[in-house]
């Protein structure tokens, strides 16, 4: 059996988003029942050298996002990073999951040896697309996601491994 590039991306990047929406929700619950200030949780890291939550977000969507765009060759759309509530971090989620199912089998299909450059920071990074989602897509998507479950379960948010997994 074979899997494809779109079935590589596409629905497992939907997934990830959908379950990161829901671990939000748990958040912003969490908040409201403890009488925290949304504020607090949305600001919170793992250690002060790493982002808080709502940038662990926005990371999360960035590269789902970017991810779909470039292995179809198209032009990634900027998104201003500008969320501070957990509502607007649900919009986010749910606008790159619109634009994520927006892409039909075809467009990404085929994009094993496509090139992709990313220009960092720092430097310049080139993969071969089957090189780009497997070896530093899903393992960035995977990380934001996690460490976003980390801060809220390290809050005392009630999460579970199943609200990170989610169900098939």
Avoid: W
Avoid at 55 to 82: C, H, S, W, Y
Avoid at 112 to 140: A, C, I, S
Wanted: aromatic share 8%; with cysteine.
């Amino acid at each position: 059996m074979s899997i494809t590039m779109y079935q590589a991306c596409v629905p497992v990047l939907v997934r990830a988003l959908t379950n990161l929406s829901g671990v939000l929700t748990k958040g912003a619950a969490h908040a409201a029942e403890k009488n925290i200030a949304p504020e607090v949780l949305l600001h919170t890291r793992i250690t002060p050298d790493m982002f808080p939550l709502i940038r662990q977000v926005q990371i999360a969507t960035d590269m789902a996002k970017g991810a779909a765009f470039r292995l179809a060759g198209k032009d990634v759309p900027k998104m201003e990073d500008n969320e501070t509530t957990f509502e607007e971090l649900q919009k986010r989620i749910a606008y790159v999951i619109d634009l994520l199912k927006g892409f039909k089998p075809e467009e990404i299909d085929g994009s094993e040896d496509r090139e992709v450059v990313l220009q960092t920071r720092t430097n310049e990074l080139r993969f071969r697309g089957q090189d780009y989602l497997l070896g530093f897509v899903l393992p960035n998507i995977y990380f934001h996601c996690t460490t976003a479950y980390a801060i809220l379960r390290g809050a005392g948010v009630a999460l579970g491994k199943m609200d990170f997994i989610g169900k098939p």
